[in-house]
């Protein structure tokens, strides 16, 4: 049984999902603050983190940078309505997805659902290694390796993306596309988090490219297009 942690330093909040995760057949761990979770965390796995991004001691953020030091556990963060500038960040800083307080419980479960399934998906067209001049991706451990040997894992939002524009290779994919066959939801304008999956998918893949462009190409008015320079 998947083991969610909820961290969030209102005590109805956390105890309420909790309840309502736990009455639809998830374990769950509550934790008041960051710094208690982050020490627990060392200690136990967990399936999936709900973290709010405004609490005392340690915010959200800061957690989640320290997570993805050592850990691709999905994340979604709980944030005030109005709080834009933290959902963007808390995608950059490697969130999978962010929900604006107050919520539906059911919204929180069908995004925890959709979260832990993009987790244990694996490629059906990807088999065997990716191998390009700058960098090699391993399917079965969802990794890139640059020539150095540096090896980065990916987190399972960033490589749901790349799986799905691996198999749209030379073709060029809409924004609305991407949104709604990743995120499950009607496209919305002014939300940011393909954009952000995007531009942290590129930081991976152009690292270092020898030939100077990159790997994942905004087609203007169009889409992406990804080109894997054969």
């Not at 330093?9 to 769950?28: K, M």
């Not at 604006?100 to 659902?113: A, G």
Request: negative net charge; hydrophobic residues 35%.
């Amino acid at each position: 049984m998947d083991t969610i942690a909820i961290i969030d330093d209102e005590r109805d909040i956390r105890e309420g999902l909790a309840s309502y995760l736990q009455q639809n057949h998830f374990d769950t761990a509550v934790f008041e603050d960051g710094l208690t979770f982050l020490e627990d965390f060392q200690k136990r796995d967990f399936s999936l983190v709900i973290l709010d991004v405004m609490m005392p001691k340690i915010d959200g953020l800061e957690v989640c940078r320290e997570l993805r030091k050592k850990s691709s556990v999905p994340v979604i963060f709980l944030s005030a309505a109005g709080e834009a500038f933290d959902r963007i960040l808390g995608l950059e800083v490697g969130a999978d997805d962010y929900i604006s307080k107050p919520f539906n419980p059911r919204e929180v479960l069908v995004r925890v659902k959709t979260v832990l399934r993009r987790r244990g998906n694996t490629s059906n067209s990807t088999h065997g290694a990716i191998e390009t001049n700058d960098w090699v991706i391993s399917p079965n451990k969802r990794t890139l390796t640059y020539p150095n040997g540096e090896e980065i894992k990916f987190t399972p939002a960033v490589y749901e993306l790349f799986e799905y524009l691996y198999q749209h290779k030379g073709e060029t994919v809409s924004r609305e596309q991407t949104f709604e066959a990743l995120l499950k939801r009607p496209f919305e304008e002014f939300d940011r988090t393909i954009d952000i999956r995007i531009s942290r998918l590129r930081k991976m893949l152009d690292n270092n490219p020898q030939d100077g462009t990159s790997y994942i190409q905004t087609v203007k008015g169009a889409g992406y297009l990804f080109d894997l320079k054969d």
